[in-house]
């Protein structure tokens, strides 16, 4: 299986990304953000693109599934320039895969809480970009994490969650016994996205339940 990984460079992506080089099945990835890793795989190539609206100097023929897990906190961004990157970013993304292969799996990482009609402005565009992407014709699911316990050295790009982190990441098991249905990890993300690509699921939308069950 061949696949690609939006955001490697992030927690998320990170962690997904690991899975997918260690993953016996997958033979190649190919990651695109707008910096290179910096890391070495024998199963890893890059596309830098400084501007991800326009994909078109990256080649999507041939890859079964896209990973697409970049994507900015909307603290003190306005609504535009959060749309931008996760909206026009996404749909761009999906859109190319679907061109070259309606056959293909795309998941998207937005989060819990996301609603189209929702009171909160991420939530809102999250919602809609959900709705777009299950538009297309592909095999499009949608992830919807709350909490995610990073793992395998996997780390934020955001100072914030940075520092949340160092408070939360000790108190993971007592997290998950209060919430059990909130929590999940970048490894099992990154599983679970190995597994809707392989096998795909009959939920289209997934919350952290489900993305542990798979
Ligand atoms: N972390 C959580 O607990 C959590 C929970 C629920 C949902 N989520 C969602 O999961 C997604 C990923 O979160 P994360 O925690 O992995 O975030 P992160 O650590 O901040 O990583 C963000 C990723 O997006 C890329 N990115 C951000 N802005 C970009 C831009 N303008 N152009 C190109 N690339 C850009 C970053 O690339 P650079 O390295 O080039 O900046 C990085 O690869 C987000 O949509 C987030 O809302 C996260």
């Not at 992030?10 to 890391?39: H, I, K, N, S």
């Not at 100097?57 to 994507?71: E, I, R, S």
């Not at 819990?112 to 909160?120: H, I, L, V």
């Not at 999250?126 to 949608?142: F, I, Q, S, V």
Request: hydrophobic letters at 40%.
């Amino acid at each position: 299986m061949k696949v690609i990984v939006f955001g490697a460079s992030g927690m998320v992506g990170y962690g997904v990304l690991r899975e997918c080089l260690v993953d016996p099945e997958v033979t190649q990835v190919l990651a695109v953000g707008r910096r290179p890793l910096g890391r070495e795989h024998e199963k890893l190539t890059e596309a830098v693109v400084p501007d991800l609206t326009d994909l078109s100097t990256v080649d999507f023929t041939g890859y079964d599934a896209c990973f697409f897990c970049l994507g900015v906190s909307s603290a003190g961004m306005s609504e535009a320039d959060y749309r931008h990157i996760t909206y026009d970013f996404t749909l761009a993304a999906g859109r190319k895969l679907a061109e070259v292969n309606p056959d293909a799996t795309f998941t998207y990482v937005s989060g819990m809480g996301t609603d189209p009609n929702g009171r909160q402005m991420w939530s809102r565009v999250k919602g809609r970009t959900e709705n777009d992407l299950l538009a297309l014709p592909l095999h499009a699911y949608m992830f919807r994490p709350g909490y995610i316990q990073p793992m395998y050295g996997a780390t934020s790009r955001t100072t914030l969650y940075r520092v949340l982190y160092k408070v939360l990441v000790p108190l993971y098991p007592l997290v998950k016994r209060i919430a059990p249905g909130a929590v999940t990890t970048t490894e099992q993300i990154g599983l679970a996205m190995l597994r809707v690509a392989k096998n795909g699921s009959p939920q289209k939308i997934l919350d952290p339940r489900a993305i542990n069950a798979l």
